[in-house]
Nanobody, 130 residues
């Protein structure tokens, strides 16, 4: 069992930056690939970014590529999402997720599928104002 907690989130102006964190407890964090998803009101959950268990490989949705950076610190059992040049359309509830099967993040169709992740955080609201 892995528990994921995401403090942070908040309100930021368009063009600003925000860093989300996701702290894990339970089984060995370093054996899990991690992902970030978001869900805006009235929309389906959307893949944002993923990172391999070692942190050596990262993947992004086209909508955030070049603006967001996913990283992890396995010594601190934490994964981060640095969000820069934020847009109003980035407003959503952001959730981190853990995948026990490493190849999930390697295969594009799988890393974007919420069903391939085993554990989820409770989510944190990010609101970008114009």
């Amino acid at each position: 069992q892995v528990q994921l907690v995401e403090p942070g989130g908040g309100l930021v102006q368009a063009g600003g930056s925000l860093r989300l964190s996701c702290a894990a407890s339970g089984r060995t964090f370093s054996s899990y690939a991690m992902g970030w998803f978001r869900q805006a009101p009235g929309k389906e959950r959307e893949f944002v970014a993923a990172i391999s268990a070692s942190g050596g490989s990262t993947y992004y949705a086209d909508s955030v590529k070049g603006r967001f950076i996913i990283s992890r610190d396995n010594a601190k059992n934490t994964v981060y999402l640095q969000m820069n040049s934020l847009k109003t359309e980035d407003t959503a509830v952001y959730c981190c997720a853990a995948a026990g099967l490493g190849l999930v993040v390697i295969v594009p169709s799988r890393r974007q599928d919420p069903n391939d992740y085993d554990y989820w955080g409770q989510g944190t609201q990010v609101t970008v104002s114009s």
